[in-house]
């Protein structure tokens, strides 16, 4: 099997990272369907979920059964929000960060409009809505550079490299 290949930290340059505005940010995110939430438990653990979601006026909505996600949410908790999207054959990518607090949506109206907006993959009920209220939105996209792709032909027999075309 070949080796992975990465790029570390140590090989790039400021060049490479560009910063982006909050309005870039949300528009990045707005391409995605799957982000992570993250915030500290009370036993001081902090927990990653995965959540479908959607922005609305610049925060993060997404549904949630009775759980860990909801008490959090509901009490009030500081939540962080990322996504991302990566391209491995073109070594780019970026990721936004969105922290705040969260809360349940409590106004009837308001929960069944923005339930509307998240569209869950789970096939579980998911009936509370909650709002992430952005305080910050950071992201970093990692610039295209030019280059060339690299093909490997593995030996079915060894498994190794047969060739390589540039």
Request: glycine letters at 8%; charged letters at 25%.
């Amino acid at each position: 099997m070949p080796a992975a290949r990465s790029l570390s930290l140590t090989q790039m340059s400021d060049e490479d990272l560009e910063d982006l505005d909050s309005a870039s940010c949300l528009d990045l995110l707005g391409t995605l369907d799957v982000g992570r939430c993250a915030w500290v438990a009370e036993d001081g653990r902090v927990v990653v979920l995965p959540v479908n979601f959607a922005i609305d006026e610049g925060d993060i909505i997404f549904r949630s059964a009775a759980g860990a996600k909801l008490a959090a949410a509901r009490a009030g908790q500081r939540f962080s929000f990322e996504g991302d999207d990566v391209e491995p054959a073109l070594r780019t990518g970026w990721s936004v960060l969105v922290t705040g607090w969260a809360s349940e949506v409590s106004d009837p109206e308001e929960a069944a409009r923005l339930a509307q907006l998240v569209h869950p993959w789970a096939q579980d009920q998911r009936p509370n809505v909650v709002r992430l209220h952005s305080e910050e939105i950071t992201g970093r996209r990692l610039r295209l550079r030019a280059g060339g792709t690299r093909i490997v032909y593995l030996d079915p027999d060894s498994g190794g490299p047969a060739s390589e075309q540039e």
